[in-house]
Every structure is written in C-alpha cells, then in structure tokens.
C-alpha cells in the first residue's frame, strides 16, 4: 500500500500552563488575575506533511509557544523545539489559521502565552473509496477529572504506535474507530491536567467501553478575596486567593479570618475577632452580608466567621475610604458577598476538625436545572475540649456555637437575576472558675457569666434592567437578634430587637464616562430589653442593707431612612486610567423610648447630618496605581447609650473626618505592594456622663474627641510556582479626649489638638504602634504543603494599680492608680504558628488533611493584668495557649 501523510494532533496547551502576556489583569490596578480556564481548539488546521520527510519516512512533533489576544485569535508563533525537515515550516502556518476559545479570568476574556506541541505521524494510504466500508467504532467513553468528575471537552486519546487520536466533546464524549485488536497503550492528554498512560485490551466482535481519567495540575481555588472591586469602584485593592487563605494557620480555613492579617486592623484579645480598624471602637464598624448589615460576622470564640466557607464568594474588607453605599460607621466595613452560581454537577463538604463540624451542599436542582440551591450547617464541640488547655488560667471557658443557611438562585431571563437568601447562628459562652478559687467575698455577686447571642436573617436581591442604560436593584431583608447575659442567680440583661431593611438603587450609565447612582438605605427596628437583679448595685457598698431585688425594662423603635447619590466620573479619553467618585449621603435616626426606666414615650428624638465624600484612583503608569478618599462618616449612638432615664434620650450622631492617600506599585508578575496614610478626626463622641444622678437625667451624652492616623503597607508574593504569602504592617497612633471632663485651664496646642497629644489626651484602649504580621506557604511534592505565620504587636495600653486602699463599709478593697489612664503598657504580642496539609484526589472525591499547630511559639502575651484581694501582687492573664488543631475536608461530586 503506497505510504501517505496525514499531522496528527499530540498533545495541545501541554507541558506548561498559560501566562500572562502583559495580562490578565485588572485594567485598573494592573494587578494579575488566576487563570480560571485556559484556551481550547475551537478550529483545528491539518498540515501538510513536508514531501522530503515522508519520502525519508521521518516522523516529528514541533514544540511552539503560541500568542493569543482576547478573542482567541492567533497573533504569533515561535517555535521553541524545532524538528527541522520542513516540520516547522508546516506547523506554523498551520496553527497560524487555527482558532482557539480564549483563557478566562473572573474579570473575562484575555491575552495568553502558552506551549503547544504539533505532531507529525505517517500514515498507510487510504483505500479508494467504495473499496471498503470505514472501520467500526470499537472505542468510547468520556474523560472526567479526578476528585471534582468534571467532564473534561478538548481531551486527547491518544492510541501510542497508530494515528488513531479522538478528541472529546463538551460532555468529555469521545469514539475511535478501527483501533487494532489486542493490548494497547492509551494516552491522555490536556491542558492543565497530568498526561497519564493505560493498558486496555480491544477483542475481536466488542467494543470497548470505558470513563478515563485524569488528574488536574492543580486544584486549589482560585476565588479572590479583595477590597478593590470593579463593581464597586472603592479605591482601596488587597487581593487574596482563598485557597491561600485556608492554608494559613490560625484562620481554621475561614476566608473571613484572613481580615485580621491584613493591615490597619488591630489584634483584640484572646483571638476574639472584635473590629478594631483604623483606631475605631469595635462597634464602629460595618459588618454586611450582601449588602445587608448584621450585627456580628465572628461567632463568640473569634475562630470562625458564621458562615459557611463554601458558601462565601468574596470579602471586601474596606478600612476606610469607602463611598456613601454605606452609612452609620465610622471605622472600616466587611462585606461578604454569597455565591449565586452554581454549577449543574451537585456537591457535598464534609469537614471536622477540633472546633466544630460542618456539613454543606450545593448544586442544581429541578428537571431542566435551573435552580440553583447551597444549604449548610455548623455545630461546635469546642466545649469539650478547651477547659483542658486553660488549666492554671483562673478561668474556664465553655463556648458553644451553631449556625445554618440556606440560598436559592432560580435561572430567569431578560438578564434579570434573583436570590434568597436565609442564615442564622447561635452562640453561647460560660466563663467559670475552678471550685476552689475564690471570686470574691460577697456571695451574693458570684456564679458563672453566661453570654447567649443569637441572629437570624432573611433577604433577596432583585436585579431588573431597564432598557440600556438604566438598571433597578432592590434588596429587602427582615431579621431578629437577640442576646442575655447573666452572672449566676444576681444579675440577668435580656434584649432582642426585630429589624426591616431595604437596600435599592437605580443606576443610570450615561456612557463609558459617567454613571450616576441614586439609592436608598433604609433600616427600622422595633427593641426591647429586660433587667433583673437580685440586690440593688448601691447594696453593694453596706453589708449590713437588707438586699430586695429589683427589675425595670425598656422598649422603642428606630427608624433610618437615609438617602444617598453616588457619581462615577471617568474624565479622560481612556477611561480606565482616572476615576473620580464625588457622593453625598443624608442621614437621619429617630428614635422613640418607653418603659420603666425611660417613662412614657414623648415622640421621636431625631438627629440628621450630612456626609459627602469623594474618593478618586489614578493608573499612573501600567504597574503604578495613586489613591486618594475624603469625607465624613456619622454614626448614631448604640442601642444602650439610647436609653434616658425616666427621660428621652437626647444624643446624638458620632462625627468622623478620614483621609487617606495611597499606591500601588507591582515590581512583578509575581511581586507587588500597597501603601496608605491615614488620618482621622472623631468628635462629638458619646461619653458616660460621671456626673449623672439617676432617674430623670440622661447618663450618655455628645462631648469626646479621638484621632488616629499611620501608615498601612503590605508586600504580597503571589502563588506563582511553589510559594506564596503576603507580610503587613501597619504603624499607627490612637488617643481619645473626655473633653467636658478635662479641666478647662489645661489647653492644647494646634499640633496637639491635631495630633492627640498634650493635655486629657490618653491612649486609645486598642492603641498598638506596630502591628506585624507574616504569613506564607509552599507546595510540596505529592499534593503536601506547609505554611506558617508568625505575628508580632505592640502590647495594649493599660492602668497600672499602684495599692488597694480598704473599705471599711463595704469590706473589700479598691484599687487606686496614682498615674493617668492608660499611661502604662502591656508586653509585647508575639505568637507563631505552623500547618501541614495533604491534598489526597480519588476519582470521585477528594479528602484535604491538615494539622494546625497554632501559638507552637508564643511570648508572655498577656491580655489583662490580674490582682490579688488588697492589689499587692498581681499576675498576668495570658493570651491562647498552644493548640493544636487536627482536621480533615472531604469533598464528594455527585
């Protein structure tokens, strides 16, 4: 039979994955983004096979490196691996007319670099036609990938010795004709995924049928977390993997946790994840859930935020310089968004590990799949373990938490979108002491402190375009909180508030230059609280009094119905390169009281203000973004400085004026850093008022001052090859002014009143100069890995007591400090931790080991100081001790 050529396709997108050609970037930040899918063949071209080979009988495969822009259209070819004898020639042109769907990033199509090889096989000619009927089909199947049984489209099968080469289809589908009878050597091949080698064996009158598989290069996540969102146009970016975030230490494979290695966010005690950002109180900063607000995003143990990790898509932690979206904060907010895609291949998470369980699901449901459906659930055990490692403390903790939720995603038309979603958690915390330790000498104020938080939340988001430059986005949400806290049999404080929100918008696109965005931010709320005490807190100081138990409660409602219009100005021809984000917002809270402890209600207290803000980002140059956000921030008083006694409470908004200005700079594909200055004036904030003489008087009025300001940096080594981590620092200075309370002849200078020092200034109570923070990882072989994190920060400031003097009356001791507030320091916090994990891939389910050793290395790290009866010796109260956390994930795909 008279020999003939035919090129036969080997191995595409192989040895190598697709990189960046001057991208994928954000068009913004210029900061590279993972790829989340690589380029496929869409047309494939036959080369001619050259005459001088065939007639040598030589076979060949040509190693190119190919460039492709966003459309998936060829812009050049190199060959890097020539074979010589016109095979090179051959390969060039013929991929030159191929044509190839594009890499993905989250952002959308880009331009890639990636190697392809182009094989050359010698083939018998083919018989004339009508001489013999083509071969049957004696081989088929579908290629999936191992662990996730994706099917894979664009696979190669490969039958080694023959030029038989099927390819797979989007459903991974792939037949091959006329393979030769007996044993033979099957390769597979594919972008991104391991080439793997079988035997099968073909027999005479059967077809063989049979799912192959293989193993992906790499299968960790590749969602982002990030401050800086297209959508969202703030000005601030610190872009995370969340696959990176789960294997640091200490963060117990929550994306959340990640929040407290970033700059500008102070560490709190015992790990509690309390928002200490910028300088601000805990309370002064915003926690949403799609938009929407709730009350607390850590469960009371501070290890894990109350959502499942599956189910959360990104994190934009915003320290300050965020637009008029959001209100009622002065420091810095978190916003969570949810996933609302899903794919058709159901899934299920198990997880343990020494803290709690978690089981979560997600997929599509009904005949055509259009539902899309994630329902997930937690329970700790925590409980049982913890008083082990408190030992010696003085103290036990027992935390117990649980939490659930529930989100349903239907398919609509018309590029109209909708969601519920549903989410609830419950925590309680008991703190007691050995039997054997003494808490005091009045009977009637011991027992055990038992704190109980609870939230539950039900919301949607509508999305409705209008035409096409309008868009309607609407988000309802009803929710309930409740909370007690109670110290044995004395003492007991139950609240619970019932709350509306409504998050809308109506954005308008005038062009690619301006969009402008009018919205609402409306939120009610209905609460109530009950007190009970076994003895009246003035018994305390006369041990002789006949104690009676006394009771009172309050109750009102507060509405916030506070508008907002937001700008996006893009003013150059390119309008990627400058932004410019002017906005204002009008806030109002009323607020009406009643009950025992504020009499009969008088009508709404009301309070307005007015915040206008601008923020603004200039691409300087490709690898150089500037940064620069203004503006005031008003928040109305807590829910406890609400309350006027046998009165209407009479305060009022929290005023903040920040400022910061910033760069971003990448040195490199893998390398970049960002850097910001801050500073923030707060005044009119709620103080106690220490002159208060009971019924008929408010105890809470507008009258302190604060300022904060520093630097933020944070260095970041991408997951380019083996490694990847990130270092932050940030160095800052918090102080507050009781002004009212300062003596009136003590006054400051204009660089003091700037800058928080002189005169009734003292240090904020979470005041840390240096906060460090070093975390990093590396892949092993065989899908190991090992990460660590080490953490170093200034102590907390503290009141030192310098004796006790006695009270005769009451018969205990008060301690007495002969400096100012908060003139003395605790030690320095300084803790390492280390994790070893293993990825294990089976053909239909994954299972991801990992051993946390967290504070291996630790300082003295005390959070409190703790004094004896008469404040002659003291002792400190230390942080977390070492513990060490086993766990495993296992992940199966339906």
């Not at 063949?41 to 966003?70: H, R, T």
């Not at 080694?160 to 989007?170: I, R």
């Not at 931010?521 to 609460?527: G, N, R």
Request: proline share 6%; charged share 20%.
């Amino acid at each position: 039979m008279k020999p003939m050529c035919s090129a036969a396709l080997l191995a595409t997108l192989f040895a190598a994955p697709a990189s960046a050609q001057d991208a994928p970037s954000d068009t913004e930040t210029g900061e590279t983004l993972p790829l989340i899918q690589g380029p496929a063949i869409v047309q494939y071209i036959e080369a001619p096979y050259p005459e001088e080979a065939q007639n040598l009988g030589f076979e060949a495969i040509v190693v190119m490196e190919i460039s492709l822009d966003e459309e998936g259209l060829v812009q050049g070819v190199e060959v890097t691996g020539p074979a010589g004898h016109g095979f090179d020639e051959a390969a060039v042109d013929a991929v030159l007319e191929m044509t190839f769907s594009p890499a993905l990033t989250e952002e959308g199509p880009v331009p890639v670099i990636f190697e392809f090889e182009y094989g050359f096989v010698l083939q018998p000619a083919e018989v004339e036609e009508g001489t013999q009927a083509p071969p049957p089909i004696n081989f088929e199947g579908d290629i999936r990938e191992m662990g996730t049984r994706k099917p894979i489209e664009g696979g190669q099968v490969v039958i080694e010795g023959t030029d038989l080469v099927g390819t797979t289809d989007a459903e991974g589908h792939y037949e091959i004709r006329g393979v030769p009878l007996g044993d033979q050597t099957v390769r597979l091949l594919h972008t991104g995924h391991v080439a793997t080698e079988s035997v099968l064996e073909f027999v005479d009158g059967e077809a063989t049928v049979a799912r192959l598989w293989l193993r992906s290069e790499a299968y960790r996540d590749n969602e982002v977390v990030a401050v800086y969102n297209r959508k969202e146009e703030e000005v601030t970016r610190r872009t995370l993997v969340i696959d990176e975030i789960k294997r640091i230490p200490g963060t117990f494979g929550d994306p959340v946790k990640v929040i407290q290695t970033l700059p500008g966010a102070a560490r709190t005690p015992f790990g509690t994840g309390l928002l200490v950002i910028r300088g601000s109180n805990p309370e002064d900063s915003g926690v949403y859930i799609d938009g929407i607000r709730i009350p607390i995003i850590y469960h009371l143990t501070g290890t894990t935020s109350v959502l499942s990790p599956e189910l959360i898509e990104s994190v934009d932690y915003l320290p300050g310089g965020y637009g008029v979206q959001y209100g009622r904060s002065m420091g810095g907010v978190v916003d969570i968004k949810t996933r609302t895609d899903f794919s058709d291949q159901g899934k299920v998470v198990w997880g343990t590990d020494i803290l709690d369980s978690q089981l979560y699901y997600e997929g599509k449901i009904g005949k055509k799949k259009k539902h899309g459906l994630a329902v997930g659930a937690r329970r700790s055990y925590i409980d049982a373990f913890l008083p082990a490692f408190t030992k010696g403390s003085g103290f036990i903790l027992k935390p117990r938490y649980w939490d659930y939720q529930l989100k349903h995603v239907p398919e609509l038309d018309n590029g109209r979108t909708l969601s519920t979603f549903i989410y609830g958690f419950d925590d309680v915390l008991e703190v007691s002491t050995p039997d054997d330790f003494a808490q005091g000498s009045d009977q009637d104020t011991q027992g055990d402190i038992k704190t109980q938080y609870s939230s539950h939340r039900v919301l949607m988001q509508y999305h409705q375009p209008i035409g096409d430059k309008f868009a309607f986005d609407i988000t309802p949400s009803v929710g309930f909180d409740g909370s007690s806290l109670g110290l044995g049999g004395a003492f007991s404080l139950d609240s619970s508030n019932v709350l509306a929100v409504v998050r809308a918008s109506l954005p308008y696109t005038a062009n690619e230059h301006l969009e402008i965005e009018p919205g609402l931010d409306m939120w009610a709320a209905q609460w109530q609280f009950k007190f009970v005490s076994a003895i009246r807190i003035t018994d305390l100081d006369d041990p002789l009094a006949e104690r009676e138990g006394i009771s009172f409660d309050g109750r009102g409602d507060i509405w916030s119905p506070d508008p907002y219009l937001k700008v996006k100005w893009r003013p150059l021809s390119d309008p990627d390169r400058w932004l410019i984000i002017p906005g204002i917002r009008f806030n109002t809270f009323a607020v009406r009281t009643a009950g025992e402890v504020a009499g009969e209600s008088t009508g709404y207290a009301v309070s307005t203000s007015v915040d206008p803000r601008v923020l603004t980002r200039f691409q300087a140059h490709d690898n150089v973004a500037l940064k620069a956000a203004s503006g005031y921030y008003h928040q109305p008083p807590q829910p406890n400085e609400m309350i006027g006694v046998g009165v209407q409470a009479d305060v009022g908004h929290e005023r903040s004026l920040s400022t910061s200005v910033g760069f971003e700079h990448r040195i490199s594909d893998a390398l970049h850093y960002d850097v910001d200055l801050f500073y923030k004036k707060m005044d009119d904030l709620i103080l106690y008022d220490e002159s208060w003489t009971g019924f008929g008087t408010n105890p809470f009025f507008n009258g302190g001052d604060g300022r904060a300001y520093g630097m933020e940096l944070i260095l970041r080594h991408e997951h380019t090859g083996r490694f990847f981590g990130w270092v932050s620092y940030t160095l800052s200075k918090a102080a507050r002014k009781d002004t009212p309370l300062c003596d009136p002849t003590e006054v400051n200078t204009g660089f003091e009143y700037l800058a928080g020092t002189g005169p009734c200034w003292y240090p904020f109570d979470f005041d840390q100069t240096h906060i460090f923070s070093a975390q990093g990882g590396y892949d092993l072989p065989l899908d190991f890995g090992i990460s660590a994190q080490v953490q170093l920060v200034t102590g907390n400031p503290a009141s030192e007591f310098n004796a006790g003097i006695y009270d005769v009356d009451g018969d205990f001791y008060n301690g007495f400090s002969v400096g100012d507030y908060n003139d003395d320091r605790l030690p320095p916090f300084f803790q390492t931790s280390l994790r070893f994990d293993r990825l294990w891939t089976f053909k239909r389910w994954q299972l991801s080991t990992y051993v946390d050793l967290i504070n291996v290395v630790r300082g003295v790290n005390p959070e409190f100081v703790q004094y004896n009866y008469d404040y002659s010796e003291s002792a400190y109260v230390r942080g977390l001790p070492f513990i060490p956390n086993i766990g495993l994930e296992a992940n199966f795909w339906l």
